[in-house]
């Protein structure tokens, strides 16, 4: 949750457009989590063109607005540097991976 919670705090900002390298994504894997966030409802106006991708004319629609609300209890411990946000998101893997990284079936 901090992830999406991060991202579209970011965008909401405008201050510093998230990008792949702020959460470790490969940038093919940031756009697609972009365009979830688009299909879910949470963002609106991604600008797509071709292999051109800008967050700068995008916005968060009431959803997104609802959900950065809801999760507003992260702010308390959001990262002041953008260069610390991984660290700050691996509390989520790790809270919800349950040691199953190392397990093999």
């Known amino acids: 949750m901090r992830v999406i919670y991060s991202v579209l705090r970011e965008i909401d900002k405008g201050e510093s457009l998230p990008t ?25 106006r ?15 629609t009431k959803k997104g607005h609802d959900l950065v ?11 002041k540097n953008k260069k610390d946000i991984i660290k700050w998101i691996q509390v989520d893997k790790e809270m919800y991976s349950n040691d199953a990284e190392g397990e093999e079936y």
Do not use: C, H
């Open 20 to 44: 792949a390298e702020d959460y470790g994504f490969k940038q093919r894997e940031f756009e697609n989590f972009i365009f979830d966030l688009e299909k879910g409802g949470y963002v609106e």
């Open 46 to 60: 991604v600008l797509r063109m071709d292999t051109f991708f800008s967050l700068k004319p995008a916005r968060l």
């Open 69 to 79: 609300e809801e999760y507003k209890e992260l702010e308390k411990s959001y990262p």
